[in-house]
């Protein structure tokens, strides 16, 4: 998973707290794409983003949940007031502007609500 | 949302088996994906599929795109312990964004 860069690795909030995960892709990556990954379960779309842009959210919770992809800095995930429910692996992943489909996953952030 | 069907959901064999698990659409697909995941891990890329038809290799690894762009599946051979982790297909959607459609995985376990 070397080039896409997630942080923190883990995060621990309290119900009714924010969390912030933050995502850089990969050198020349302007692709990126937001994962919550439930345990024994498989990835949940989220969010695709380009530079300053949402292409697609409609895998995002109508409340509570935001993304961003700055024209500078990394991808932040925003989940305001958290709720127990909210725990999960998140995964950023990057893809280039053209060629290859094939997306470059990073480590993951692991939430845990308590 | 959307998801691909993939099978079998977990296997349990023995090492030096082969392994084979699909992936299934009721969609046209543009590019089929494989992909690992170990614990506590993102998943990694093993092999990607462009055209209908292709077959590709990545060492003990072989991945078909089927001729009806509806399917795909994943060969591993000669399996060892190292192979164990969760396997994921994913596609995407001819006319497409980038967005992929991902199956539910398969978890294999390799007893040694």
């Known amino acids: 998973n070397a080039g896409v860069m997630q942080n923190p690795r883990h995060l621990v909030r309290r119900r009714g707290q924010e969390a912030r995960l933050r995502c850089s892709p990969m050198?020349?990556?302007?692709?990126v794409y937001w994962y919550r990954q439930l345990p024994e379960e498989g990835l949940k779309f989220m969010v695709y983003?380009?530079?300053?842009?949402?292409?697609?959210e409609s895998g995002m919770p109508k409340e509570r949940f935001s993304a961003e992809f700055p024209k500078e800095g990394p991808s932040i995930l925003r989940i305001q007031q958290v709720v127990r429910g909210d725990s999960a692996a998140y995964f950023c992943?990057?893809?280039?502007?053209?060629?290859?489909?094939?997306?470059?996953f990073g480590s993951g952030t692991r939430l845990t609500v308590v | 949302g959307q998801q691909l069907n993939q099978s079998p959901q977990s296997m349990f064999i023995q090492e030096g088996e082969d392994v084979s698990m699909n992936c299934t659409s009721s969609?046209?697909?543009?590019?089929w994906l494989w992909y690992k995941q170990d614990p506590g891990e993102g998943p990694v890329l093993l092999i990607a599929?462009?055209?209908a038809g292709e077959l590709t290799s990545n060492g003990r690894l072989t991945a078909q795109f089927g001729i009806t762009r509806k399917d795909s599946f994943l060969n591993i051979s000669a399996s060892i312990p190292s192979d164990v982790g969760i396997y994921f297909c994913a596609g995407q959607l001819a006319g497409n964004n980038r967005k992929l459609i991902w199956g539910l995985g398969t978890s294999l376990a390799v007893n040694p």
């Open positions: 983003l380009q530079k300053e842009n949402i292409i697609d």
């Open positions: 050198k020349g990556h302007s692709h």
């Open positions: 992943a990057s893809s280039p502007e053209t060629g290859s489909y094939g997306y470059t």
């Open positions: 599929l462009y055209k």
């Open positions: 969609s046209i697909f543009n590019t």
